[in-house]
């Protein structure tokens, strides 16, 4: 069974930097298409950013120059470093992983913006 566990998440204040981690586990990775996902209170869940096998990468506009997704194969893990973070970028944070047409989620992890 594939499992995806974040970490990272926390307080953060405006203009400062946070790293998030996904784990991946159970199940195939360097092939894989690994995303970023976050949902906000009251707001549907949006890509964030997205990085495939051969490590090329997508950003929503919002993020664009603030935040770098990564990978790393040896230890199965997806990165997404936040540099910049203005007070819409709290959300809780979500790793996702695309094996062919068969997504799995991770648990979330908090990203709380605040002074």
């Known amino acids: 069974q594939v499992q995806l566990v974040e970490s990272g998440g926390g307080l953060v204040q405006p203009g400062g930097s946070l790293r998030l981690s996904c784990v991946v586990s159970?199940?195939?990775?360097?092939?894989?298409?690994m995303s970023w996902y976050r949902q906000a209170p009251g707001k549907q869940r949006e890509l964030v950013a997205r990085i495939n096998s051969i490590n090329s990468t997508t950003y929503v506009d919002s993020v664009k120059g603030r935040f770098t997704i990564s990978r790393d194969n040896a230890k199965n893990t997806v990165y997404l470093q936040m540099n910049s973070v203005k007070f819409g970028d709290a959300a809780v944070y979500y790793c996702?992983?695309?094996?062919?047409?068969?997504?799995?989620w991770g648990q979330g992890t908090q990203v709380t913006v605040d002074s």
């Open positions: 159970g199940g195939i990775f360097s092939t894989v298409t």
């Open positions: 996702h992983r695309l094996w062919g047409s068969i997504p799995t």
